[in-house]
Nanobody, 125 residues
Framework: QLQLVESGGGLAHPGGFMRLSCAAS????????VGWFRQAPGKEREGLAC????????YYADSVKGRFTIARDDAKNTLYLEMNSLKPEDTAVYYC??????????????????WGPGTQVTVSS
């Protein structure tokens, strides 16, 4: 089991940039697939970007492909979500997640073992 804690949320302007961080602790971090989800009010939780630590395989949802990038610092067991060209519809609570699954099962189907508590991102002028 991993313990996950997000940071870096807040207010951003449309067209702006924000980077979220997720610090992971626990055993065998290198065996996990890790990623980012979000949930906007009244909507289902959505898998955005996932990464398999072992082989670097990535998955991006169509809604963020080309704008968001998942990045990693394995020395710090830290995961990042770099968000460019932010839109008001990106406003949501963003969650870090981990699973012993493929990127497609985790991000595409929502199979998650561990969740962080979430961080609010608001995009508004």
């Amino acid at each position: 089991q991993l313990q996950l804690v997000e940071s870096g949320g807040g207010l951003a302007h449309p067209g702006g940039f924000m980077r979220l961080s997720c610090a992971a602790s626990g055993s065998r971090y290198e065996t996990y697939t890790v990623g980012w989800f979000r949930q906007a009010p009244g909507k289902e939780r959505e898998g955005l970007a996932c990464l398999t630590i072992g082989d670097g395989t990535t998955y991006y949802a169509d809604s963020v492909k080309g704008r968001f990038t998942i990045a990693r610092d394995d020395a710090k067991n830290t995961l990042y979500l770099e968000m460019n060209s932010l839109k008001p519809e990106d406003t949501a609570v963003y969650y870090c997640a981990a699973a012993h699954r493929s990127v497609r099962l985790m991000c595409g189907m929502g199979y998650v073992d561990d969740w962080g508590p979430g961080t609010q991102v608001t995009v508004s002028s």
